[in-house]
Structure formats: C-alpha cells, structure tokens
C-alpha cells in the first residue's frame, strides 16, 4: 500500500533553520524517485527537490544551494531541509513518489503518488 505522511511544517523565522519529514510506507519507499513539490497561496504547485533510488539528486533553479533532499539510513523518511529559510518558502509542502520508468526530478508532468502535505510560514 502506498502511503506518504508529511511532518515538520509550523512557523520559521527568515534565516532559520527547517527540517520536513516524509514517513514512505514499503511500497512508497521502493519507489525509484521521491521528491518535494509546494504550493504558495495563489501559485500553481512546483518542484522543490527530487532523489532517486541512487541517492542522486535534482534541485530547481530557485531553491539550488538552499535545500538539501536526502533519506535516512533505511530509506524508509525523507528530508527536506534548509537553513536560510526565507518569505518566499511560505508554502504548503507535498511529499511525493514515483516509480514509472528511468526519470527522476521534481517535474509535476511525471505520474506522482501525493501525501497531504504541511504548512510552512516562514515570517520576516
């Protein structure tokens, strides 16, 4: 059964420290790439971080050398994790995964298995 349960989320002060978790259940977990996408108030929903079954990993342009994607030891959570965050990060965060075909980024056109997301409010 697939299952991603996002936690982490709450208020953060620019500059400070966040870390989002993502519980995978072992069907999700096995996924060839997991990934982070958020949704601001207003915006359409984009990629923040994707990881593939390698431990390679894909960042978008915008939060490039800011965030940092990883899993645990048993692969079985995982990370987002930044400490410069910043106004524009206010979001919601969504947990996902997917093991269709050989191509991992966070790209919203590939075929996703979504958590419910957490709410982050970064305040200046």
């Known amino acids: 059964q697939m299952q991603l349960v996002e936690f982490g989320g709450g208020s953060v002060q620019t500059g400070g420290s966040l870390r989002l978790s993502c519980a995978a259940s072992r069907d999700a977990a096995s996924s060839y790439c997991m990934a982070w996408f958020r949704q601001a108030p207003g915006k359409e929903r984009e990629g923040v971080a994707a990881?593939?079954?390698?431990?390679?990993?894909y960042y978008a342009d915008s939060v490039k050398g800011r965030f940092t994607i990883y899993k645990d030891a048993a692969e079985t959570t995982l990370y987002l994790y930044t400490d410069t965050a910043k106004p524009v990060d206010t979001a919601m965060y969504y947990c996902?995964?997917?093991?269709?075909?050989?191509?991992?980024?966070?790209?919203?056109?590939?075929?996703?298995?979504w958590g419910r997301g957490t709410q982050v409010t970064v305040s200046s």
């Open positions: 996902a995964s997917h093991s269709e075909g050989q191509w991992c980024s966070p790209d919203l056109s590939l075929p996703w298995y």
């Open positions: 990881i593939d079954d390698g431990g390679n990993t």
